[in-house]
């Protein structure tokens, strides 16, 4: 138990370093990226490689309230047919069972 709650601790050490290092790479990037669109570079060839500047298209998850809004527009006025697809939707969502075990510890 003694080494569980020892390694929980450093796991949150560490956690709070890689949000810290993650924040500073996602400002970095956002200017970076700036540059390289504002001046139409590609890529730039570094050392151990090369930087390339791409952008990708990706669809949003789909949430509750865009799925009503949704079957809003297809269905139109016909309330009771959206009711019956939201309802026959959220009832039958897969559900994951995940054990785990939570530290009430505060270092």
Do not use: C, P
């Not at 990226?33 to 669809?59: A, E, P």
């Not at 047919?81 to 270092?107: A, C, P, W, Y």
């Amino acid at each position: 138990m003694r080494e569980w709650i020892a390694v929980n601790g450093e796991i949150l050490v560490l956690k709070k370093s890689l949000k810290e290092k993650t924040s500073a790479k996602a400002q970095l990037t956002a200017q970076l990226s700036n540059i390289m669109k504002t001046y139409s570079i590609d890529n730039f060839n570094v050392k151990n490689g090369s930087l390339v500047y791409r952008q990708k298209k990706q669809k949003k998850g789909i949430t509750k309230k865009y799925l009503v809004s949704q079957l809003n527009n297809f269905y139109g006025e016909d309330q009771s047919t959206v009711g019956e697809l939201m309802q026959q939707i959220l009832d039958n969502r897969e559900e994951v069972v995940k054990d785990e075990i939570i530290s009430k510890i505060h270092f």
